[in-house]
């Protein structure tokens, strides 16, 4: 059965920071490219980052390059995303999901999903 659950998110104030995990069972997860994406209320889905198989490369939306890193140890079969400098926009249901193709960034199709996890950024 596969499973991505994520966990990490909270409240937490502006300018500070979380780290939120993604740890996938179920299938052979060095082989799948990595995904984050976000909700935030009443919105669409947006693109947050990539990481490929072995982690070598990875993607950022604009709207958090420089301040969210991602990271993947395959050996624990967990994807990270360490959020940095967030902010009040950041606010939304983080997903992890998983896909063995590398998608274009608005395709949303991935394979598996998460059940998310919330983040809210409020002083």
């Known amino acids: 059965q596969v499973q991505l659950v994520e966990s990490g998110g909270g409240l937490v104030q502006p300018g500070g920071s979380l780290r939120l995990s993604c740890a996938a069972s179920g299938f052979t997860f060095s082989s799948y490219w990595m995904y984050w994406v976000r909700q935030a209320p009443g919105k669409g889905l947006e693109w947050v980052s990539r990481i490929s198989t072995g982690g070598g490369s990875t993607y950022y939306a604009d709207s958090v390059k420089g301040r969210f890193t991602i990271s993947r140890d395959n050996a624990k079969n967990t994807v990270y995303l360490q959020m940095n400098s967030l902010k009040p926009e950041d606010t939304a249901v983080y997903y992890c999901?998983?896909?063995?193709?590398?998608?274009?960034?608005?395709?949303?199709?991935?394979?598996?999903w998460g059940q998310g996890t919330q983040v809210t950024v409020s002083s």
């Open positions: 999901a998983a896909d063995e193709r590398l998608k274009t960034l608005r395709d949303y199709s991935y394979g598996y």
